[in-house]
């Protein structure tokens, strides 16, 4: 599945586990760039499935400007096997313009800590084109959650900005606009330019 990818900041700087063996010294640094809008290159990041392109790019990251990986920052929190959040939500973009500006909403309040800047949190995540609700990545679909430093710029604005405040246990919608995400590069083939994005996000620890 084609998926998130670079921007002056891509979607994913670090990946929440090794696949297929892959360490910390063999990517040569973090595996996700981070942040929206900037500098472009042709070099897709796939979330859980990188490739040789990606590499020369993770090696090429500052140091400064990343998170621990999966070797040194495991997780413990899996996916529900029962309850709310142990079936994928179905994403429907919501009706009406494009979004200028972030938007929330609560689609299941969690009652567990809750998310702050600063913390590693674990997720699962559905994302969809506003335009065409077109899926173009979801954890669920490697039967993986996906593990990240929250408020560092590991991910893209959108998410740094539309996780905190989530509770453990939750589900939230975020419709995010194109500069809090992708920006004018787009994402290769999957998420064109100046896309904006809907996410469904369950957080499923801190």
């Avoid at 979607?11 to 900037?38: E, I, M, N, W």
């Avoid at 392109?53 to 996916?79: H, V």
């Avoid at 430093?149 to 539309?162: A, P, Q």
Wanted: charged letters at 15%.
């Amino acid at each position: 599945m084609n998926t998130l990818s670079e921007i002056p900041a891509q979607l994913f700087r670090t990946r929440t586990r090794a696949r297929a063996g892959l360490t910390v010294l063999a990517l040569g640094a973090a595996a996700f760039a981070a942040g929206c809008g900037g500098s472009g290159g042709s070099s897709t990041i796939t979330v859980g499935n990188e490739n040789k392109a990606d590499s020369k790019l993770i090696g090429s990251a500052s140091p400064a400007s990343t998170t621990p990986s999966a070797a040194t920052t495991p997780t413990t929190a899996t996916t529900p096997t029962s309850g709310a959040l142990a079936t994928e939500p179905t994403v429907t973009p919501p009706t009406g313009a494009a979004p200028t500006k972030l938007e929330r909403k609560d689609l299941i309040v969690g009652t567990g800590p809750e998310a702050k800047a600063g913390q590693t949190v674990t997720v699962n995540y559905v994302g969809v084109l506003f335009k065409g609700g077109k899926e173009f990545d979801a954890s669920w679909k490697r039967k993986e959650p996906f593990t990240f430093k929250l408020g560092v710029g590991s991910v893209i604005k959108g998410w740094d900005e539309g996780v905190p405040g989530m509770k453990v246990g939750g589900r939230r919608e975020l419709v995010i606009p194109s500069n809090l995400a992708y920006g004018p590069k787009g994402s290769g083939a999957a998420i064109p330019p100046n896309a904006p994005l809907v996410f469904v996000i369950d957080l499923l620890g801190t």
